[in-house]
């Protein structure tokens, strides 16, 4: 068919406007499956105790899960969250003991801001991949996270209420999580720089001729995860009641799995806070019921891995499938 | 009477249910030169990959070297002697001539590599084809042509018969032009047979010995090659009289928009001068490699200057980056769409909108659904066909439609200074008219001083109000108006 042709037919504004099926529809198809299926199995699933601990266990994770959306969503990634968090949660039980609340969550914030800076001076100034710098970052900071307790717990007195208060029934982590999601899900949408990490994330190298400040926005974008990690570590440590320093071990890996889950690419380019939120609600009730079904706890951690395995498949199944597409 | 080395006959080919190819037939004998011609999309690509195994025809028949294939796949085209020599180099940069020329066979004794055997044989090649180039230099050290005589070299040590070449001339000095002659004339004389893809017309009486061209999947003229004059090849290839100064209306002078004075880069073009006015067309046209594209790539902040100074609207400006320059009212169009251009996953709404974000709200928010009006608009204006409307992801359009997308994006975000490069290519006959008459026009209605860089002629001729030649780096000649001549610039560039 000529160009000509195909033009002469073509009134743009007259084109079908088809919704397709959104991507996350099957996601959502599993997580009922699942739900009924711990429904049926045991009598203390479906309950509104029990849903409030599930969003309680996943609220810590969600709050990391948010700039790791945009992260990955501009084709980056921090894995350092989990030790930034340890790190952040033993700087807050040290200064509180010492000198109460709002010096230990100032101290976080600071701390959170300039981890921030240091994974994104690595990524965007000197050019290291994120995955690599993140990496060092993780297993640095794990270091100093054991470093600052001299390898202990550390008791943290008066200062549970961030952890565990429940105003209007509904729990303080809940809330600002749920909070966090939707200022997320707006700057993504709605804002310039959300949608320039989208496109940063689908052609890096498009984004930077276009005359997008990419340095800049990954910049930013690092240190909101910089931030996030040290709220997540202070809100972790509010809920222990103690800052230790192996509390966080793995949070990065449950915050790819959820955003992976939720449909974001590791290619860049793709996904949204909503699927992120979805991704994060499977991985929840999976550990819920599993542990409701006293299935040993070793068993959640090789479920987590497999469901992390499959949803990297199946995005690269999908890219594939796109790419024969296009 | 069957050709001797490959006979192709009747070969249809379809994709999604769209014929492209509607039975062309396809002969080469060995010692032969076939020059194959015709436009972007006129199925010449495909016949070739048809021939290299790398897709398979919906029917036809192949016949190479006396045997009829019903189905040939890579290997087999391989086993067979065809090779493909593409315009973009395969070689591995890190690695030495004589490595690449024996890449993945290094000739091993005792199962290990032998560095003593693999550089004399590669020698030998080299020797073979008259070529002198050192054989433990690094692939990456080598100009361009010299690169591609290593992929020919390659070829000839995997006993190739039949040599595909995909416009090889495109990227290569007059030099390095001879220089690939020669070694074609050494390979006839060797017995390969050649399919040579070129948009050179006048490379058709100096190598081909026969000529076919193609159109719209169709064979349309086959001849030989002295014989074929200019007019009848352009004939053929656009199926009508070649467009003969159908010029632009001339616009009178008003503002001046751009002087760029004395600009120089480090390697690629030096001492470059010219203006540009509101609303006019220049286009600096030149072969790859003349420093056309790269002045343009210089003023827009992607390449470093090492001299030289640029006038926007009376102002000194220094490119320093892309978003100093765009802010700044300048536009870029860049010549590999795919890699620098568009945003593959994303909608077309986004991609048309993206440099006009900060203009469709306030404190840094976009307003819900002014992306779809936007694109709506331009897509009405420039006829941009888009099936699914603006939520259509920009990759699954044709190359013409998401041009028109990328060239609206800087429309869209009210560009005085517009920076083309190649902005035809890849895109099929229909939409390059199109895209022609959408830059004049938008040029004259907003005022906008466009300067395009082309290697291709024609563009020139039916685009520019006033046309730059450059050749090795320097602005040779001027024309302006009717004088802007096919056979002018041509004869000049070279």
């Known amino acids: 068919m000529s160009e000509s042709q195909t033009m002469s037919q073509a009134v743009v504004s007259e084109a079908k406007k088809r919704r397709s099926i959104p991507a996350t529809a099957p996601l959502v198809v599993f997580l009922l499956a699942m739900m009924t299926f711990f429904t049926i199995t045991s009598e203390y699933f479906f309950d509104i105790e029990n849903f409030k601990n599930i969003l309680v266990a996943m609220a810590v994770t969600g709050v990391v899960c948010i700039p790791g959306t945009l992260l990955m969503i501009s084709g980056q990634v921090d894995l350092s969250v989990g030790s930034s968090a340890a790190v952040s949660g033993m700087i807050l039980a040290k200064t509180v003991n010492a000198h109460g609340i709002v010096t230990g969550l100032v101290l976080c914030l600071i701390y959170g801001l300039v981890i921030g800076l240091i994974n994104g001076f690595f990524v965007t100034v000197v050019g290291v991949s994120s995955l690599i710098t993140t990496l060092g970052t993780l297993a640095t900071l794990y270091g100093v996270a054991l470093l600052i307790g001299n390898g202990q717990t550390v008791g943290m007195r008066n200062f549970d209420w961030l952890g565990t208060a429940q105003p209007f029934h509904v729990p303080l982590p809940v809330i600002i999580f749920a909070l966090l999601s939707i200022a997320g899900a707006v700057v993504l949408r709605k804002t310039v720089y959300g949608r320039s990490l989208y496109a940063i994330g689908s052609n890096p190298n498009a984004a930077r001729v276009v005359g997008i400040r990419s340095n800049r926005i990954l910049m930013l974008t690092f240190i909101y995860s910089g931030v996030a990690a040290a709220l997540a570590g202070a809100i972790l440590t509010s809920q222990l009641s103690a800052g230790d320093p192996n509390a966080a071990r793995g949070l990065e890996l449950q915050a790819i799995t959820a955003i992976v889950l939720g449909g974001a690419s590791l290619a860049g380019g793709r996904g949204t806070l909503f699927g992120t939120v979805l991704g994060l609600l499977v991985l929840g009730v999976l550990n819920n019921g599993l542990i409701l079904l006293d299935i040993p706890t070793f068993w959640q951690r090789i479920a987590q891995g497999v469901m992390l395995i499959l949803a990297v498949s199946f995005d690269q199944v999908r890219q594939k499938l796109n790419d024969k597409r296009g | ?494």
């Open chain 2, 1 to 494: 009477m069957k050709a001797d080395l490959v006979h192709l006959e009747n070969i249809h080919k379809s994709f999604n249910g769209v014929e492209v190819l509607h039975g062309v037939d396809l002969s080469l004998n060995a010692g032969e030169v076939l020059a194959l011609l015709g436009e972007n999309g006129a199925g010449k690509s495909t016949l070739v990959k048809i021939l290299a195994g790398d897709i398979s025809p919906t029917s036809g028949n192949i016949t190479i070297q006396g045997s009829e294939l019903a189905r040939l796949d890579v290997y087999q085209a391989r086993q067979l002697g065809v090779r493909m020599i593409f315009q973009e180099l395969n070689d591995a940069p890190t690695l030495t001539v004589a490595e690449n020329i024996f890449l993945g066979q290094w000739p091993r004794v005792n199962g290990m590599v032998s560095w003593k055997e693999l550089k004399r044989k590669a020698k030998e090649v080299l020797d073979r084809l008259e070529v002198n180039i050192p054989v433990d230099a690094m692939a990456g050290s080598l100009r361009v042509g010299e690169r591609q005589l290593l992929e020919i070299a390659r070829a000839l040590t995997q006993n190739a018969k039949v040599l595909v070449l995909d416009e090889p001339t495109a990227a290569l000095s007059n030099v390095e032009v001879d220089r690939l002659f020669i070694v074609m004339q050494q390979l006839k004389s060797q017995g390969v047979g050649m399919i040579y893809i070129t948009h050179r017309l006048d490379e058709v009486a100096q190598v081909a010995d026969r000529v076919q061209v193609l159109r719209d999947g169709n064979s349309v003229l086959t001849t030989a090659g002295k014989e074929a004059s200019r007019d009848e090849l352009v004939t053929a290839m656009l199926g009508h009289e070649a467009v003969k100064n159908v010029r632009p209306e001339p616009i009178k002078t008003s503002k001046r928009a751009v002087e760029v004075k004395n600009l120089s880069s480090f390697t690629e073009f030096e001492d470059v001068s010219f203006s540009v006015d509101e609303g006019e067309v220049v286009c600096i046209f030149g072969k790859i490699g003349s420093g056309s594209a790269e002045i343009l790539e210089s003023m827009f902040g992607l390449r470093p200057l090492s001299g030289g100074e640029i006038k926007i609207f009376g102002k000194n400006f220094i490119p320093n980056n892309p978003g100093i320059s765009a802010d700044a009212g300048i536009g870029y169009l860049p010549a590999d769409r795919q890699r620098l251009g568009s945003f593959g996953s994303r909608s077309v709404a986004e991609n048309l909108s993206v440099r006009a974000w900060h203009t469709m709200g306030r404190f840094g928010f976009v307003k819900s659904g002014l992306e779809a009006i936007a694109f709506n608009r331009w897509a009405e204006a420039l006829r941009i066909n888009s099936r699914r409307g603006p939520t259509q992801e920009i990759a699954t359009l044709s190359g013409g439609n998401q041009q028109k997308v990328l060239l609206a994006r800087w429309f869209e975000a009210h560009v005085n200074v517009l920076l083309l490069v190649e902005p035809t290519r890849g895109v099929d006959v229909g939409a390059r008219r199109d895209i022609y008459e959408i830059i004049r026009m938008q040029a004259r209605e907003s005022n906008m001083a466009v300067i395009v860089a082309t290697s291709d002629y024609e563009e020139v001729v039916l685009l520019a109000d006033r046309a730059l030649i450059m050749a090795r780096g320097k602005i040779v000649s001027e024309l302006t108006g009717n004088a802007v001549d096919a056979n002018t610039l041509v004869s000049a560039s070279s």
